[in-house]
């Protein structure tokens, strides 16, 4: 075969090799679009944003009554208190326009001020010195609840399901010293144990679990008189562990 034949066969298949294109790239896939934010969980939100403003209102109210000698005087007198609302000792005091103040006064339905010689188990903050307290009320609980069960929900929950569990009166004398009774730190836990069985059972769970912990560590410490009634003071203890224990079969069958 001609030499002059086989190069122009070469050069014909070279050129014929660079006009082919590589086929064109497949676009990329768009990215799922993320799912719209449920309207429940955008609520739960903003409740949860308004409770955490209830209690820095709660903090800074009690900071400005430290100042205040007018209002903690007539506020602590109980005659004064049964004959006005709450709201006119802080319209009437000096300090009216400051903003705590105000925040508390257009937030009537979601702040108890009040008068507590004992320990106010709701309590966020305390005038210092005295025994006037701030708390919040359940009424942003029960809003945010009504939404279902959402971890915004459980956040407030939780908070007072803390300040239960810390307010608990002695075991034996539980009225005696104005902590919270045992029937009312139970309707409250039961409450949340039927509120949150969905996705955030296992946040209750962890909560049960450092309340049974806690107890247990209050259960050794028990002071008592003499041993008879550090006895019964521990049984007390023990009949609160059972009944957080209770709540969740998984925590009887670990033996937690």
């Known amino acids: 075969m001609p030499t002059r034949f086989v190069i122009v066969c070469l050069l014909l298949t070279l050129a014929g ?18 799912p719209a934010p449920r309207a429940e969980d955008e609520q739960a939100q903003a409740i949860l944003a308004a409770f955490r403003e209830d209690i820095a209102a709660c903090q800074a109210f009690t900071a400005a009554a430290k100042g205040d000698p007018g209002f903690i005087d007539a506020f602590l007198a109980e005659d004064r208190r049964r004959a006005q609302p709450t709201a006119a000792f802080l319209a009437q005091s ?26 106010m188990p709701w309590a966020a903050s305390w005038v210092e010195g005295q025994a ?22 459980w956040e407030v929950r939780r908070f007072f399901l803390d300040k239960a569990l810390a307010g608990l009166g002695r075991p034996t004398d539980p009225i005696a010293d104005g902590r919270l009774d045992d029937r009312t730190f139970e309707s409250l836990v039961q409450d949340a144990a039927r509120r949150y069985r969905g996705p955030l059972q296992p946040a ?11 107890l247990e560590q209050q259960r050794q410490d028990s002071p008592g008189a003499d041993r008879r ?3 019964a003071s521990q049984s007390a203890v023990g009949r609160r562990i059972a009944f957080l224990r209770g709540l969740h079969p ?4 670990s033996g937690f």
């Not at 300090?95 to 508390?104: G, I, T």
């Not at 209750?204 to 806690?214: E, G, I, K």
């Open 17 to 34: 090799c660079a006009n082919q294109q590589p086929p064109p790239a497949m676009p990329a896939a768009a990215p799922a679009p993320a």
């Open 229 to 231: 009634s550090a006895r």
């Open 132 to 153: 006037i307290y701030c708390a919040p009320t359940f009424r942003r609980l029960d809003e945010i609840e009504a939404l279902g069960e959402t971890g915004a929900g």
């Open 204 to 214: 209750f769970r962890s909560w049960l679990q450092q309340a049974v912990a806690r």
């Open 94 to 119: 000096p300090k009216a326009s400051d903003p705590a103040y105000r925040y508390v006064l257009s937030h009537q339905h979601y702040l108890d001020i009040g008068v507590d010689y004992h320990g």
């Open 250 to 253: 998984a925590m009887e069958s």
